[in-house]
T-cell receptor, first 114, second 118 residues
Framework: AQSVTQLDSQVPVFEEAPVELRCNYSSSVSVYLFWYVQYPNQGLQLLLKYLSGSTLVESINGFEAEFNKSQTSFHLRKPSVHISDTAEYFCAVSEYTGFQKLVFGTGTRLLVSP | GAGVSQSPRYKVAKRGQDVALRCDPISGHVSLFWYQQALGQGPEFLTYFQNEAQLDKSGLPSDRFFAERPEGSVSTLKIQRTQQEDSAVYLC????????????????FGPGTRLTVL
């Protein structure tokens, strides 16, 4: 079984400041790793994913996450946030095999203020 | 392009009522998932369909919850005798291929149905 821990329930930050949202996972098997974003009154959108290869993955809107196997972490970072980044961010994992159901963390609310 | 759609978007039910939540997956997608997202929590897996076959229902919280996908496309999640603890957002997701392979199979999520039980 897998589990995902997001210790920060809410992260307030000023516009143009850097941000890091933390994610740690536990699994006895190899997993895929994901960050999903949920804007108010919208569905979940895949932000970025780690499947294999380079441990640093990037999204089209400036976010990046680094897979660290030894620390079982997949922290999300952005060097300069915008007001529009205000949303709920969920870290998730799934097994390589089977039907790949997603196991989510409890989420981190990113609040960007001017 | 058509994504995953869910209806209704919002549902208010009195305790004890039965409700039915609908999911229209992306056309041609073989796999369909239901997740439950309680307030302040991450989504939690409820059940999985491969075409019309329900292959995993281990996440259904009680026997009051029932899901079906009779023709391998539209799915319905039914909750009988709703309780206040059933209040949550119910998310549906679909993916193109069947499970069982080791290649990545992206899930696409619908907007969810917010169920409030009074």
């Amino acid at each position: 079984a897998q589990s995902v821990t997001q210790l920060d329930s809410q992260v307030p930050v000023f516009e143009e400041a850097p941000v890091e949202l933390r994610c740690n996972y536990s699994s006895s098997v190899s997993v895929y790793l994901f960050w999903y974003v949920q804007y108010p009154n919208q569905g979940l959108q895949l932000l970025l994913k780690y499947l294999s290869g380079s441990t640093l993955v990037e999204s089209i809107n400036g976010f990046e996450a680094e897979f660290n196997k030894s620390q079982t972490s997949f922290h999300l970072r952005k060097p300069s946030v915008h007001i529009s980044d205000t949303a709920e961010y969920f870290c998730a994992v799934s097994e390589y095999t089977g039907f790949q159901k997603l196991v989510f963390g409890t989420g981190t609310r990113l609040l960007v203020s001017p | 392009g058509a994504g995953v759609s869910q209806s209704p978007r919002y549902k208010v039910a009195k305790r004890g009522q039965d409700v039915a939540l609908r999911c229209d997956p992306i056309s041609g997608h073989v796999s369909l998932f239901w997740y439950q997202q309680a307030l302040g929590q991450g989504p939690e897996f409820l059940t999985y369909f491969q075409n019309e076959a329900q292959l995993d229902k281990s996440g259904l919280p009680s026997d009051r919850f029932f899901a079906e996908r009779p023709e391998g496309s539209v799915s319905t999640l039914k909750i009988q005798r709703t309780q206040q603890e059933d209040s949550a957002v119910y998310l549906c997701a679909s993916s193109l291929r069947a499970g069982g392979s080791s290649s990545y199979n992206e899930q696409f999520f619908g907007p969810g149905t917010r169920l409030t039980v009074l």
